[in-house]
Nanobody, 123 residues
Framework: QVQLVESGGGLVQAGGSLSLSCAAS????????MGWFRQAPGKEREFVAV????????YYADSVKGRFTISRDNAKNTVYLQMNSLKPEDTAVYYC????????????????WGQGTQVTVSS
């Protein structure tokens, strides 16, 4: 059974940092891209960041560029999202996803999803 399990969410003050992890099990994802999305209440799920299978290429949403960093450890089958300088508008449920079919910034292109982890940034 393929599983993606996120961890590391929580409550933080504006300007603070959080580090999210996504551990995969059931198959190896070392040959596919992996991404992070987020969804705030009443809003659509939006792209945050993606990393290529090798880790050599990364792309970010303009809203998080310069503040968030995506990375991966294929030996551990894990992808990370380091979030710095957090803002209240970053508050959302953050989802890990794997293996996009084509467009990496479109949520329905991904074949595998985690259950999500809540990130809340207070002002």
């Amino acid at each position: 059974q393929v599983q993606l399990v996120e961890s590391g969410g929580g409550l933080v003050q504006a300007g603070g940092s959080l580090s999210l992890s996504c551990a995969a099990s059931g198959r190896t994802f070392s040959s596919v891209a992996m991404g992070w999305f987020r969804q705030a209440p009443g809003k659509e799920r939006e792209f945050v960041a993606v990393i290529s299978w090798s880790g050599g290429n990364t792309y970010y949403a303009d809203s998080v560029k310069g503040r968030f960093t995506i990375s991966r450890d294929n030996a551990k089958n894990t992808v990370y999202l380091q979030m710095n300088s957090l803002k209240p508008e970053d508050t959302a449920v953050y989802y890990c996803a794997a293996d996009p079919d084509s467009d990496y910034d479109v949520w329905y292109e991904y074949d595998y999803w985690g259950q999500g982890t809540q990130v809340t940034v207070s002002s």
